[in-house]
């Protein structure tokens, strides 16, 4: 298995700033993701953090509102970049597991734009 | 690419009724398959999980859900529910560890 953590647990931001949100895994793990949940909807893919390369983004998401870095096999930020209201939302960072095809998710951090 | 649909958005038992959440996915290849739930003011917990063999998986808090191949459905069912089980139900398809698609979800209210 694998244990996520994610900081900050939840914020409260003014519209235009940015905030990076980190993601640490207790284990080296090939395969991070990053994930949205908008307010009473289901779960969005956001991107594949690589590690030592650019990161995969989904259609509709870009790198320059939600630059990630992969430093190591444990650890990813993810920013949400001059932030509006339309960005409140919590935002999960998930681990894959080659070997058990399992997924596990961080507690997710909530953000509110103002 | 991958969908998943769930048909339910919102369902309300009473106690003590069964319970059987649908859904379908698409996707032309091997998936693997879950169930997630996700209690109010919590994060997302699996309750169980399909990759191969047995098309009828038991999760945890006896829920167990079946794969029908040629349906293409995966649904969740419970005999018997509890007031406790009041949360929202995520299905999720994956081919690969991780990137996985998930459904729209369904909210589950049990009267007591």
């Known amino acids: 298995s694998a244990v996520i953590s994610q900081k900050p647990s939840r914020d409260i931001c003014q519209r235009g700033t940015s905030l990076t949100i980190q993601c640490q895994v207790d284990s080296q793990v090939t395969m991070m993701f990053w994930y949205r949940q908008q307010p009473g909807q289901s779960l969005t893919l956001i991107a594949t953090a690589n590690q030592g390369s650019e990161a995969t983004y989904e259609s509709g998401f870009v790198i320059d509102k939600f630059p990630i870095s992969r430093p190591n096999l444990t650890f990813s930020t993810l920013t949400v970049s001059n932030m509006s209201p339309e960005d409140s939302s919590i935002y999960l960072c998930?681990?894959?597991?080659?070997?058990?095809?399992?997924?596990?998710f961080g507690p997710g951090t909530r953000l509110t734009v103002l | 690419a991958q969908s998943v649909s769930q048909h339910n958005h919102h369902v309300i038992l009473s106690e003590a009724a069964s319970l059987e959440l649908g859904c379908n996915y698409s996707?032309?290849?091997?998936?693997?398959l879950f169930w997630y739930v996700q209690y109010p003011g919590q994060h997302l917990q699996l309750l169980l999980k399909?990759?191969?063999?047995?098309?009828l998986v038991k999760g945890i808090k006896g829920f167990e859900a079946e794969f029908i191949k040629s349906k293409f459905s995966f649904n969740l069912r419970k005999p018997s529910v509890q007031w406790s089980d009041t949360a929202e139900y995520f299905c999720a398809v994956n081919a690969n560890a991780g990137k996985s698609t998930f459904g729209d979800g369904t909210t589950l209210t049990v009267k007591p």
């Open positions: 996707y032309g290849g091997t998936v693997n």
């Open positions: 998930s681990v894959g597991l080659a070997d058990t095809r399992e997924q596990f």
């Open positions: 399909y990759f191969s063999g047995d098309p």
